[in-house]
């Protein structure tokens, strides 16, 4: 006999755990940076059967249960991989964009619309983008880490950071599928792949002078950057090094002035990681004024719980909260 697919209530029925055990909002503005809703004709897709997590209802329930002032939506758009180039990948990104934008107006005290983009998708991608920020009054644009195995720092992609930076919206850059061989069991593609693609995106993105060209670039990393903190110093002596690290391979063209640490303090990163340790490191290493509060629940409800509970242990301060917990995403997303 199939299985019968969850409904929104049992959905919610069957978690480990009640309102009542969440935080109050008790900060000044509470704002979760992170979540994913796909637009229906996705959501639909047989793979999810029938339970598809990234709902306006759950991201709603979600919103409710954790006391949030606001919800930043997105979608992950792992999908887009699957397109061809060209007319497939516009029409799926402004399927999305709208939908993200219609789930907005219906909600506007609660929601905050951002759109999707591929970089390097050419001018018909970039005008889409365009149009959901001009249009559907989208405040920022999630991109993928790597699309079809390319990268944002691809020359392809500099109008795309041109027509951010006139626009003057924060890029959110979130993993892509990453899947490997090697990482398609165990979810490893969700939990290692995945987040070491998004580092790989954002130091890659350093190296070739992407703050040199676009100093005013407002750049968010999810997942705490997939680790970049912790390896920023390998990137610094491989960036000072030059002669003595010579059999380590070649460093050119050396596209930056600085060493990698100056640019990643540029960055902003988000909280999405439930390591409290990890979190702690990554706030002292970019500064109360970078990082920002991210559950990225939906998909995982339960996540949510966890996202808020670490915030607690990680040693801020009263205005260091007030920054982190909602405060810096409204000043990027000029709310």
Not at 224 to 236: A, H, K, N, Q, T
Request: net charge negative.
């Amino acid at each position: 006999m199939a299985e019968k697919p969850a409904t929104g209530d049992d959905f919610f029925a069957s978690l480990p755990f009640v309102a009542s055990t969440l935080h109050p909002c008790v900060f000044p503005v509470l704002i979760d940076w992170h979540t994913h809703i796909y637009e229906p004709r996705e959501a639909a897709q047989p793979y999810w059967r029938g339970r598809c997590p990234m709902t306006l209802e759950n991201v709603l329930k979600a919103h409710e249960i954790a006391g949030l002032d606001r919800t930043v939506i997105s979608s992950a758009a792992h999908y887009l991989r699957n397109l061809k180039p060209g007319k497939d990948i516009v029409e799926a990104l402004e399927r999305s964009n709208r939908y993200l934008a219609r789930c907005r107006d219906q909600h506007p005290e609660k929601l905050v619309a951002m759109a999707t983009c591929v970089p390097a998708g050419g001018d018909e991608v970039l005008k889409e983008l365009e149009r959901a920020v001009k249009e559907d009054d989208c405040r920022a644009v999630l991109i993928n880490s790597s699309h079809q195995g390319r990268y944002p720092d691809a020359d392809e992609a500099r109008p795309f950071f041109k027509l951010v930076t006139d626009l003057d919206i924060p890029v959110f850059v979130h993993p892509g599928d990453a899947t490997t061989p090697n990482s398609a069991d165990y979810r490893l593609a969700s939990s290692i792949s995945r987040p070491a693609d998004n580092c790989l995106s954002l130091a890659r993105l350093i190296v070739r002078g992407i703050f040199e060209q676009f100093p005013k670039l407002k750049l968010v990393g999810s997942h705490l950057g997939g680790g970049i903190c912790e390896v920023i110093g390998r990137m610094d002596y491989a960036y000072s090094l030059i002669d003595e690290a010579f059999f380590l391979g070649p460093y050119e063209p050396k596209l930056i002035k600085q060493p990698p640490s100056h640019y990643l303090r540029m960055m902003y990163l988000d909280s999405t990681s439930y390591t409290p340790l990890a979190a702690k490191m990554c706030l002292e290493t970019i500064g109360a004024d970078h990082f920002i509060f991210g559950t990225d629940a939906p998909p995982l409800f339960a996540l949510k719980r966890q996202g808020l509970d670490m915030m607690d242990e990680i040693g801020m301060t009263a205005a260091q909260r007030a920054k982190v917990m909602g405060g810096n995403a409204a000043r990027l997303l000029k709310l």
